[in-house]
């Protein structure tokens, strides 16, 4: 995170009032008792991720950086001191921010997207999960700026790399959203209200997605949409490895 502020042009941040979690997978949850400590705020998730963070430090043998000394078992966990529990369908506020977590349904504790607003404006974020609910497309609605998940496509997962055991994870309804059923979603304008100024395709899989396929696919659903309820905003797909951004809304 910190090589991705520097990326922009950013020197790492001098103050955060908060890290908001989705839920325990390492993939978004690895880095979150050293930067708490660095920049002394509390972690905003879940009862039920907190004490899946609290497993997986207590069954850990490595040390957080910065502390030596013995390898001692539950150690990790002291650096997830200042907490704040959110629950999903309540709303919270961080400044004058104002957040509601929803949940998603994706094989962890306790998964949950989140939305914010503030000063007129709403940014919604939704990763890993295995479809999309009714609920979860409420939330979506009247996004200035939407984060989806893109996470593979169909064909290449099915011939692809991974064992059948993990394929069939993430086929499944608490697994990822493939570009079709994303697709389905942006061409349906009674789901998909279009009001993003800017659309972000995210968390795509570097061995079952590419960026292009995810790119079309999305085009391809856009363009289809009746003309009074067209897409006007950008398209943009996020890369692992290049941040975007930043956005002004």
Request: glycine share 8%; proline share 6%; charged share 25%.
């Amino acid at each position: 995170m910190l090589r991705r502020f520097e990326s922009l042009g950013r020197s790492r941040p001098e103050h955060v009032d908060a890290i908001l979690v989705t839920h325990e997978h390492s993939d978004h949850c690895g880095g979150l008792a050293q930067l708490a400590r660095d920049w002394n705020c509390p972690a905003y998730l879940t009862q039920p991720t907190y004490f899946e963070i609290l497993k997986i430090y207590a069954e850990s043998d490595t040390p957080p950086a910065g502390q030596t000394g013995p390898k001692t078992k539950g150690r990790r966990s002291r650096g997830l001191e200042r907490v704040e529990f959110v629950r999903p369908g309540l709303r919270f506020e961080i400044g004058d921010i104002e957040i509601s977590a929803f949940a998603i349904p994706h094989d962890a504790a306790d998964p949950v997207g989140y939305a914010f607003r503030s000063n007129g404006t709403k940014v919604a974020i939704v990763t890993d999960l295995g479809y999309m609910p009714e609920l979860v497309k409420h939330h979506l609605r009247e996004a200035d700026f939407l984060i989806l998940e893109s996470n593979h496509d169909l064909d290449m997962l099915k011939v692809g790399p991974y064992p059948w055991y993990i394929k069939q994870r993430v086929m499944s309804r608490t697994g990822h959203l493939s570009n079709t059923v994303v697709s389905d979603f942006l061409a349906d304008s009674e789901v998909f209200d279009g009001r993003a100024r800017h659309l972000v395709l995210a968390h795509l899989s570097e061995q079952n997605n590419t960026p292009d396929l995810a790119q079309i696919s999305a085009e391809q659903a856009l363009a289809s949409r009746p003309a009074d309820f067209g897409f006007a905003g950008a398209l943009h797909i996020a890369s692992q490895r290049v941040p975007l951004g930043p956005f002004e809304l």
